[in-house]
């Protein structure tokens, strides 16, 4: 006898209520995958996150940042998978799906490309690919007081045996198993090393550190993501005036820094107090300036950043 269960609601989570998906704009709830999909299995898919707030003067226009950006990097990482996907497909997609789902909140955008066929031989050429698009409310990813972070046993992999410059989603069971790792041991997020030693980044952030007045960063050559967030931080310290530093860190400069944040399209600007038993100051003026300063970009009050901002009148 068949017994049939009727859909469960999603949990803790407020899902736009249309989908992407096979080239139509669907309910979110029909937009299902099949178990013997390919990438369910070999993680052979890429994924981008985008954040979208409806325009504060004007809540008929959605403002989306940094979109162009954004289809860029996710048209590149779609390469890595074998699929042929242009970036004005992308936006011309994401763009769509927003006036279809008329948001009235702070809102986060999920496209992800995949091998959409159904089989088990792992491989990249001769399989289906296939692109959707999902979104949710979403308000701050983490705390803004400041976080609590521990340095992770797990090793953030190599560019040589991942392609590290693309979202790839197989690559994020590091990040799963750094997470965990952290909030089963008291924290809130784990800041992971790389193969030779150095800070690589936080489960799903780049990071970032002050000392005597300057910005210092990891460089793409700690087998880091090519964050969006990232490169409009340094853009903007660099219109300040703030000294930057890109090159390794080692994990001991944490401890001893002046401000530590992290940063990442869901976390935006996430300042951190405590790395390990090491508590870090409460007085960040660079990691404010610079939060503030991006805050006022994504709610298109910087005119001289005006071109990151993406409108989408509903």
């Known amino acids: 006898m068949l017994i049939s269960i009727p859909p469960q609601p999603a949990m803790h989570q407020n899902f736009m209520p249309i989908a ?7 309910p979110f709830e029909n937009a299902n995958l099949s178990i013997a999909t390919h990438a ?12 979208g707030i409806p325009d504060p003067t004007n809540p008929s226009t959605i403002l989306l940042f940094r979109l162009d950006r954004h289809s860029k990097r996710l048209s590149q990482s779609a390469k890595f998978l074998h699929y042929d996907l242009p970036a004005d497909k992308i936006l011309w997609a994401i763009e769509e799906f927003v006036r279809q789902n008329k948001p009235t909140k702070s809102f986060y955008i ?4 995949y091998t959409s066929d159904l089989g088990i031989a792992p491989r990249l050429h001769s399989v289906e690919k296939s692109f959707f698009i999902y979104g949710l409310e979403m308000g701050d990813y983490l705390s803004q007081e400041g976080v609590a972070c521990r340095i992770s046993s797990w090793v953030r992999q190599e560019d040589r045996s991942l392609p590290l410059r693309g979202k790839i989603a197989g690559a994020y069971i590091t990040s799963s198993l750094a997470k965990t790792e952290a909030v089963e041991s008291g924290f809130d ?8 030693g150095k800070v690589s980044e936080a489960s799903g952030m ?3 550190l002050v000392r005597n007045g300057t910005l210092i960063t ?8 090519e964050g969006i967030t990232r490169d ?9 005036g703030i000294p930057i530093e890109t090159r390794p860190v080692d994990k001991t400069e944490l401890f001893i820094a002046d401000e530590v944040f992290l940063s990442g399209t869901a976390a935006k600007i996430a300042p951190v107090s405590k790395i390990e038993n090491y508590t870090l ?5 660079v990691t404010n300036l610079l939060r503030d300063t991006l805050t006022a970009i994504v709610e298109n009050r910087e005119p001289a950043y005006a071109d990151w901002v993406h409108k989408i009148a509903l």
């Open 206 to 208: 780049n990071v970032f």
């Open 189 to 196: 997020e784990a800041i992971m090393m790389n193969s030779q």
């Open 40 to 51: 369910l299995h070999y993680g052979t898919g890429a994924f981008g996150g985008l954040r």
């Open 20 to 26: 992407y998906y096979k080239g139509e704009f669907i």
């Open 232 to 240: 409009s931080i340094l853009t903007i310290a660099r219109d300040q």
């Open 218 to 225: 990891p460089g793409f050559e700690q087998d880091i993501l």
């Open 281 to 285: 100051g409460s007085d960040r003026p």
């Open 110 to 113: 999920r496209p992800f490309v």
